[in-house]
């Protein structure tokens, strides 16, 4: 027969293993991903390129109308996240502020060089979970979830050079983060925000 102090050290110790399963799956992870599949990611990316170019200040381009704008834009790698970003910019430019845009800097009487510095989107999960992905059979990043907040954002960040010869005067970053949350629990997950 064990001992009180026997079966108070097992449970212990039970305890402790436990505790350490528990803090090692409390922790967060983010995964930034490159792909637009399915429509919840397209509208995340497309709508944080509409709101961050909704942001352009007045006054930046007050003096720009009826002249003829030439966009040159860069980001890390052509992408068709950065030529969306680009007709985006171009429409929101021409209705807002009653310019012309070209396509050659021959034609242009102005220039804006705009400098992506994020258009895509990230994941992120926060909380406790069991990673079980070690498992055979099961992918790297496969969890059983016990409560956790699964975050999934889309994301525009930019500034931009503009003048006569696109470098005499710099923005401020803008920035525009579009999310969709959700509580995530062993069985279910329950959406806390929605896309417009």
């Known amino acids: 027969m064990p001992s009180p102090n026997s079966t108070v050290a097992a449970t212990l110790a039970r305890l402790a293993a436990f505790a350490i399963v528990i803090a090692m799956a409390g922790c967060s992870s983010r995964q930034v991903q490159d792909s637009l599949v399915g ?3 397209q509208r995340l990316v497309t709508h ?3 709101q961050v170019v909704g942001e352009i ?3 930046n381009f007050a003096d720009f109308a009826g002249q003829r704008l030439y966009i040159k ?3 890390i790698e052509r992408t068709r996240f950065r030529d969306y970003a680009d007709q985006r910019l171009a429409v929101e430019l021409s209705r807002r502020f009653d310019v012309e845009i070209v396509d050659t800097l021959e034609d242009a009487d102005r220039v ?3 400098f992506y510095t994020s258009l895509g989107t990230d994941q992120g999960k926060l909380g406790f979970f069991l990673p079980v992905g070690y498992i055979p059979g099961l992918a790297e990043t496969t969890s059983i979830n016990l ?5 999934f954002h889309g994301v525009a960040e930019m500034y931009y050079y503009f003048g006569e010869h696109g470098y005499e ?3 401020e970053m803008l920035q525009s983060r579009v999310r969709t949350d959700a509580i995530g629990l062993p069985v279910i997950t ?3 925000s929605q896309l417009p």
Request: net charge negative; glycine share 0%; hydrophobic share 35%.
């Open 39 to 41: 429509s919840t990611a």
């Open 48 to 50: 944080s390129i509409d």
């Open 57 to 59: 200040p007045e006054e």
């Open 73 to 75: 834009s860069h980001f």
């Open 112 to 114: 804006i060089q705009v």
């Open 147 to 151: 409560v956790t907040l699964e975050q």
């Open 169 to 171: 005067q710099r923005s």
């Open 190 to 192: 329950i959406p806390i």
